[in-house]
T-cell receptor
Framework: GQNIDQPTEMTATEGAIVQINCTYQTSGFNGLFWYQQHAGEAPTFLSYNVLDGLEEKGRFSSFLSRSKGYSYLLLKELQMKDSASYLCAVLDSNYQLIWGAGTKLIIKP | GAVVSQHPSRVICKSGTSVKIECRSLDFQATTMFWYRQFPKQSLMLMATSNEGSKATYEQGVEKDKFLINHASLTLSTLTVTSAHPEDSSFYIC?????????????FGEGSRLTVL
């Protein structure tokens, strides 16, 4: 079966750095997405990785290792508004998006 | 970026009635739209893939006759929850992609929160 694993919840301090991991086992791979979702709102796009390596975009970076079936989302200089759920999703060989359950990130002052 | 608009954002209805939710791509043409359902503290669950001009493809376990999807134009898909019951109360979200997956993004509507009394 297809599976995406990410931690259920993480807590971090304002101004610090946090890394949210995602491991996947899917039938094929055509890219990995990270989305941010605030409570009661629809997800918003953060990043897309299809090649190995690190993609940096401002305070957010996303890393991919296809051989390890592993990705992480790195958030720097955490702000209170970063409190949200972070969803990892993989595009499989049929171009179907497989979603992780999401990681709820709690930022404390 | 591309914009997807969803309406209504909130709807409360009585059990047994039908509710229609609209999803529009405002500045691009979407041949494919996706309908998701999300229960509290859970991830997105794909309900169906809506294809312009053809029948929707439903995921396993989703009742076709209960969740009617119409994708009559390249900018509009509708989801109708027929004979709604309290267990259908959920957050329904549509999404669309502009061109191929290599653009790297799926655009989401604002979501519609359905409460069935």
């Amino acid at each position: 079966g297809q599976n995406i694993d990410q931690p259920t919840e993480m807590t971090a301090t304002e101004g610090a750095i946090v890394q949210i991991n995602c491991t996947y086992q899917t039938s094929g791979f055509n890219g990995l997405f990270w989305y941010q979702q605030h409570a009661g709102e629809a997800p918003t796009f953060l990043s897309y990785n299809v090649l190995d390596g690190l993609e940096e975009k401002g305070r957010f970076s996303s890393f991919l290792s296809r051989s390890k079936g592993y990705s992480y989302l790195l958030l720097k200089e955490l702000q209170m508004k970063d409190s949200a759920s972070y969803l990892c999703a993989v595009l499989d060989s049929n171009y179907q998006l497989i979603w992780g359950a999401g990681t709820k990130l709690i930022i404390k002052p | 970026g591309a914009v997807v608009s969803q309406h209504p954002s909130r709807v409360i209805c009585k059990s047994g009635t039908s509710v229609k939710i609209e999803c529009r791509s405002l500045d691009f043409q979407a041949t494919t739209m996706f309908w998701y359902r999300q229960f509290p503290k859970q991830s997105l669950m794909l309900m169906a893939t809506s294809n312009e001009g053809s029948k929707a493809t439903y995921e396993q376990g989703v009742e076709k006759d209960k969740f009617l999807i119409n994708h009559a134009s390249l900018t509009l898909s509708t989801l109708t929850v027929t004979s709604a019951h309290p267990e259908d109360s959920s957050f329904y979200i549509c999404s669309a992609r502009d061109h191929g997956w290599d653009t790297g993004e799926l655009f989401f509507g604002e979501g519609s929160r359905l409460t069935v009394l």
